[in-house]
């Protein structure tokens, strides 16, 4: 997968995203909706009596679970990619900018607290990210 600036600028939204549908995931058998109800006809009289049912709707229930599964499993595995990225940058510098401007904390930082953090300017912090993303990206093509 090729890394993009936007792949890791939705790195804690993808983060957050996994939580919720882990809550999901646990608490869906709670859910008022699974419970429906419909109609059968009771046959025992020797003619057809309507009569209502009411029940958990395990088909929905398992399609919403397996959906959700394969939701979260995708969102797993974009976001340790974008952290197996970060990880293998090589300076120190730039690793440290990554991982503070696009991995940690609940809240993105701006790139001036970026700076601040490892004594640069706001500018440089910009003019880092995309000199690495290019220089990553352009090798990846250099490879093929």
Not at 53 to 63: A, M, P, S
Request: hydrophobic share 30%; glycine share 4%; net charge negative.
């Amino acid at each position: 997968m090729d890394i993009t600036k936007e792949l890791l600028q939705g790195y804690r939204s993808k983060k957050a995203e996994i939580q919720e549908l882990d809550w999901k995931l646990k608490n869906r058998w709670r859910d008022e909706a699974l419970i429906g109800n419909d109609v059968i006809f009771d046959y025992s009289k020797g003619y057809p009596i309507p009569q209502a049912v009411v029940g958990f709707d395990y088909g929905k229930y398992e399609r919403l679970q397996n959906q959700d599964q394969r939701r979260k499993e995708k969102l797993e595995q974009e976001c340790e990619e974008a952290e197996k990225f970060v990880g293998s940058i090589e300076k120190s510098l730039e690793r440290r900018i990554f991982q503070m401007y696009f991995i940690d904390g609940a809240e993105q930082p701006t790139q001036k607290e970026v700076a601040k953090a490892v004594h640069m300017e706001r500018s440089s912090i910009s003019k880092k990210i995309d000199d690495y993303l290019q220089l990553s990206h352009n090798s990846h093509d250099s490879h093929l």
